[in-house]
């Protein structure tokens, strides 16, 4: 999979590219979390049981999933603005079959549809990765990484104050809206990438891990309602594992696979992909336990009382604390690398849960909370592309990142059926209600801050970060004269290596014997 490269980008992007980008995954992470404030709500207003009502989230969730690997591949082969363009309509068509009805089956596949815009995350990063000059480059795939927090905390208040006060269908109308609005930007604002991948698509490779996420997922987030020892959960655990590794085995025979598992079990990749998952867990942590602890009554001795928009509002800077991290982001990784700065914040997210479980007591704490665990987040998960893109060949950086964002929306599902074990566990009944208790919620807490130390060690473990100047030159690809690599390097296709491994030795006036170098 060679590719063709210069110095700087071949296709000159306008000033409002990043813009319309980082909007772009705004919007996507809205539809995440549009429905939240009338989850509680959702078995009345469709007419089904309880159990029935939560495939709507399920599903939005489960193509998401599925949609992200396969999008970036695809946007690997055949471009990623026409594979964005793609995925925002189909978000769109989503948003308005949700909102003209109320049938449980048709509001399920709407949501699903929404879900498939997912693959717009990795997108954005893969089109900035391409065009963008290399100064520009780190403050904008932090701007968008950091996208996917901040839409999902901007809508919790927004959509509240939508639900309290007109029909809830409006909260799809708006999310079509806005959808629409992304596609009519993206069109004229944002050019093709010139960099394309060779081979052709892997249709069996598609299908086999599509089948597996879903095989794996579906029991994470379903585990809580038909119980973790059923035969049901473990049935499909076990299917899951016995598909994935089918599909494992058939992608290490392919010359041109949907996922090159070679590239990601090298240990830079694994090991920001497994940060990833301990970022996606943490994050998600506050915004279950927050507006619960915020809007249960006084008379529990330990709730909040504060209305649904209240409790949106104190649980928004969450989200735009990690947009406003992407500048400090920037000089931190161009200073140092983006190693340091995935250190740095999976320490504050650690810090920020420890100083939690003992402010709980009051609204203002609860900003407090997440004014502290923002930067932490937006840090971590700015990081979380430029290791990714820093360790694979150019031409695979739509399918990579596709991967990683995967690999947050596993920890995101994680958190969310841990989380919700641990409250239902330890909840109070009051007349056949389950009420959360405030033990519950401290213990939600400490689950955040283990993940967050687990993703510290990850941190950790990955290889030596080259010098700044060497990244951010493998970030904007080789200059002239650079040999791209190819499939026989095993390696990223910038002329040096990501992290670690050893050059050969150079002598005074001669060349070094190990490795080219960009």
Not at 467 to 496: K, M, N, Y
């Amino acid at each position: 999979m060679t590719h063709t490269s210069t110095d700087q980008p071949t296709t000159r992007a306008s000033g409002a590219l990043v813009p319309v980008l980082a909007f772009t995954g705004i919007v996507v992470s809205v539809m995440q979390t549009l429905l939240v404030p009338v989850i509680k709500d959702l078995p009345q207003l469709l007419g089904t049981e309880p159990s029935n009502a939560t495939w709507v989230i399920t599903s939005t969730l489960l193509s998401g999933a599925v949609a992200t690997p396969i999008m970036g591949r695809l946007g690997d082969l055949h471009g990623k603005r026409s594979m964005l363009i793609l995925s925002l309509a189909v978000m769109v068509i989503g948003a308005l079959v949700s909102a003209l009805t109320s049938d449980l089956l048709t509001m399920i596949a709407g949501r699903a549809l929404q879900g498939f815009a997912m693959s717009a995350i990795p997108l954005g990063i893969g089109l900035m990765r391409d065009m963008l000059p290399r100064e520009r480059l780190g403050s904008a795939m932090a701007l968008m990484s950091s996208s996917m927090g901040v839409g999902g905390s901007l809508a919790l208040p927004a959509a509240a104050l939508v639900a309290q006060h007109t029909d809830w269908h409006a909260l799809f109308y708006g999310a079509a809206g806005l959808g629409i609005l992304c596609l009519a930007l993206t069109l004229l604002v944002v050019p093709e990438s010139p960099t394309r991948a060779q081979g052709t698509f892997d249709v069996l490779g598609a299908i086999g891990l599509s089948a597996g996420l879903v095989l794996f997922l579906l029991p994470i987030t379903k585990g809580n309602d038909w119980g973790w020892t059923s035969g049901t959960t473990l049935g499909l655990f076990a299917a899951a594992a016995v598909v994935l590794v089918l599909w494992a085995m058939m992608e290490l025979r392919l010359k041109a696979p949907l996922v090159d598992l070679r590239t990601t079990a090298r240990p830079a990749v694994l090991c920001t992909n497994l940060a990833s998952i301990m970022v996606g867990i943490s994050y998600l942590a506050a915004s279950l336990v927050l507006p619960q602890l915020l809007q249960l009554p006084k008379a529990t001795g330990y709730g909040l009382g504060q209305s649904m928009v209240v409790a949106g509002l104190l649980v928004a800077p969450l989200g735009l604390t990690m947009m406003l991290t992407a500048p400090l982001y920037a000089r931190l990784a161009a200073k140092y690398s983006p190693k340091v700065t995935l250190i740095l914040g999976m320490m504050i997210i650690a810090i920020g849960y420890g100083a939690g479980l003992g402010l709980m007591s009051a609204p203002w704490q609860s900003l407090v909370i997440t004014v502290i665990l923002g930067p932490g987040i937006g840090l971590a998960y700015s990081s979380l592309p430029a290791l990714i893109i820093g360790a694979v060949r150019a031409s695979e950086t739509g399918a990579a990142n596709g991967l990683n964002t995967l690999m947050r929306s596993i920890g995101s599902s994680a958190s969310s059926a841990v989380i919700g074990m641990v409250i239902a566990n330890t909840a109070n009944d009051v007349n056949g209600v389950a009420v959360p208790t405030m033990h519950g919620f401290r213990v939600s807490f400490l689950v955040a801050a283990g993940t967050a130390a687990i993703g510290l060690l990850m941190a950790l473990l990955l290889p030596r970060a080259r010098p700044p100047h060497l990244l951010q030159r493998a970030l904007a690809d080789p200059g002239p004269g650079a040999r791209p690599r190819t499939e026989a390097d095993g390696a990223p296709a910038f002329g040096v290596r990501a992290y670690g491994g050893r050059r050969g030795p150079r002598r005074r006036g001669r060349p070094a014997t190990g490795r080219r170098s960009a």
